[in-house]
């Protein structure tokens, strides 16, 4: 099993562009997150998802979007890229055990530039 | 805002020393939650107490939870080189059952 994984590991992207990071997980998870972590900031929850079709605003939704047509895939979207964007994004996946989420696992990150 | 506050920030000892770092968080949790972080790389879960547990063993990792005070502790004992990473607590919050919530992470730095 592949785990995690995120695509692309690293993207350069000027003010206004656009662009779409990926996420795929093999582990037929039911929940999927996209998190970004900044210095002294932890993670914060962007969006994530509950099941395939489904979507939810986290703590920081603003100038993102994203799309679950699949299971195993979860697309974090930046219409409009802005230099406060510049992080590293985490994707990650939970098994939904007993009804409730459990141990999240984690792609290796992909770090975005804006400039 | 952040659910979780890690405490120290920034630890250094020597190997072979024991390390203890603390989480603090605002609400009630359904389980609590240590992971680890190696420089450039992605989160790995260590281990996972729920909300009824008070203390959980995992090899060289000790995890004590006290909800009354809404804080947990983490003890690596026998420090290696190798456990040189950020650590993060994560809580899984009663009213948001499917969110998991991150402090800000305690960077330890074991001294060969």
């Known amino acids: 099993n592949a785990g995690v994984t995120q695509t692309p590991k690293f993207r350069v992207l000027k003010t206004g562009q656009s662009m779409t990071l990926l996420c795929a997980q093999d582990?037929?998870?039911?929940?999927m997150y996209w998190y970004r972590q900044d210095p002294g900031m932890g993670l914060r929850l962007i969006h994530y998802?509950?099941?395939?079709?489904?979507?939810a605003k986290g703590e920081v939704p603003d100038g993102y979007n994203v799309s679950r047509l699949k299971k195993q895939n979860f697309l974090l979207g930046l219409e409009s890229a802005a230099p406060s964007q510049t992080s590293v994004y985490f994707c990650?996946?939970?098994?939904?055990?007993?009804?409730?989420?459990?141990?999240?696992?984690f792609g290796p990150g992909t770090r975005l530039t804006v400039l | 805002s952040q659910q979780g506050e890690e405490d120290p920030q920034a630890l250094s000892i020597q190997e072979g020393e024991n390390a203890t770092m603390n989480c603090s968080y605002k609400?009630?949790?359904?389980?609590l939650q240590w992971y680890r972080q190696n420089s450039g790389r992605g989160l790995v879960h260590l281990i996972l107490?729920?909300?009824?547990?008070r203390e959980k063993h995992s090899g060289r990792l000790r995890v004590t939870l006290d909800t009354s005070k809404k804080s947990s502790s983490l003890l690596i004992t026998a420090s290696r080189a190798a456990d040189t990473a950020s650590y993060f607590c994560?809580?899984?919050?009663?009213?948001?059952?499917?969110?998991?919530?991150f402090g800000t992470g305690t960077s330890l730095t074991v001294i060969p």
């Open positions: 990650a996946s939970s098994p939904l055990a007993g009804g409730r989420t459990d141990t999240q696992y």
């Open positions: 582990m037929n998870h039911e929940y």
């Open positions: 998802s509950v099941g395939e079709g489904t979507t």
């Open positions: 609400t009630s949790i359904n389980n």
């Open positions: 107490i729920r909300s009824n547990e």
């Open positions: 994560a809580t899984v919050r009663r009213d948001t059952g499917n969110q998991f919530y």
